[in-house]
């Protein structure tokens, strides 16, 4: 089937100080960052002033009216044709932000298990990503409030439970996008042999909001401009540097063992392999 991504096109894309400025950041951890379930969260990396400010870097959502928001519903109905697919179920696994599980998310994409016991380097790295790429689409969210599709059109989401959360949470961008994407661009420069599997997958991850039925394409869209800029600003910081390169002996290591990914891997496959299908494209008149 034609992949209906096709149609879009993503916006082009000392040591009193020192302990003063981890001790700011760790406050803002808790002013900032929203619950994304259990107690598994850990501060990030970056302090609140240097993190990408989202209400300057996006635009608006789309106005209504507008052609960018009939496509955000076109997508979105054509999506929910796979309800109850292959597709639907890793997008409800992709939903699930709490660790340990959500760990192994790339770990088909790595060919490698990534677990606190495994990668423990690495798994705190993606944590703490996790956290940055959070906190830095609050400002948007907040601004705009969006709702969210499951919203407008009545139907049901791939993950019923967090439904309720998720009527009060604003729509875009997409966080789970954004977090998703920095996730997978660190990991493709950690091992940059399996970066074009990686960025499939991250891809995947973001487009699986959609299909959910919890994000409209555009929240997706910007969520990978805003994972971006988190990655941007998470090289310029030295502890980030040092546990890429951490994380990079450690994955080595891993392999060395001939340890594989404890997910099944060819479901996982079959499921990248649907796409919505698609209506009609209206005519012109």
Request: proline share 7%; hydrophobic share 40%; aromatic share 6%.
């Amino acid at each position: 089937m034609k992949n209906y991504l096709s149609i879009t096109t993503p916006r082009k894309i000392v040591i009193v100080l020192a302990s003063l400025v981890v001790l700011a950041g760790c406050a803002t951890f808790e002013k900032q960052s929203k619950p994304l379930g259990g107690t598994d969260r850990l501060p990030g990396y970056l302090a609140s002033s240097v993190l990408p400010d989202s209400l300057a870097l996006l635009p608006p959502p789309p106005a209504p009216g507008s052609t960018a928001l009939t496509l955000d519903h076109d997508i979105s109905r054509n999506s929910l044709t796979l309800q109850d697919s292959l597709r639907w179920k890793l997008a409800s696994d992709d939903a699930d932000l709490r660790f340990p599980k959500v760990a192994g998310t790339f770990s088909c994409a790595l060919n490698a298990p990534v677990t606190e016991h495994d990668t423990p380097h690495l798994y705190d790295l993606l944590r703490r990503i996790r956290t940055d790429a959070s906190n830095a689409t609050n400002r948007a969210k907040n601004k705009y409030a969006r709702t969210r599709p499951f919203v407008e059109n009545k139907q049901r989401t791939c993950k019923p439970d967090d439904e309720q959360g998720l009527r009060n949470n604003g729509s875009y961008p997409s966080g789970h996008t954004t977090i998703g994407w920095a996730w997978a661009l660190t990991l493709a420069e950690i091992s940059p042999d399996q970066a074009d599997a990686i960025l499939a997958r991250g891809r995947a991850f973001g487009q699986n909001r959609v299909i959910c039925n919890v994000h409209w394409q555009s929240d997706v869209i910007e969520g990978f401009f805003m994972g971006a800029a988190t990655v941007a600003r998470l090289h310029a910081d030295p502890a980030y540097r040092a546990d890429i390169e951490t994380a990079k002996a450690e994955l080595a290591a891993v392999r060395a063992k001939g340890m594989k990914p404890v997910r099944d891997c060819q479901a996982e496959a079959e499921a990248l392999t649907q796409y919505p299908l698609l209506a009609p494209w209206p005519a012109d008149k």
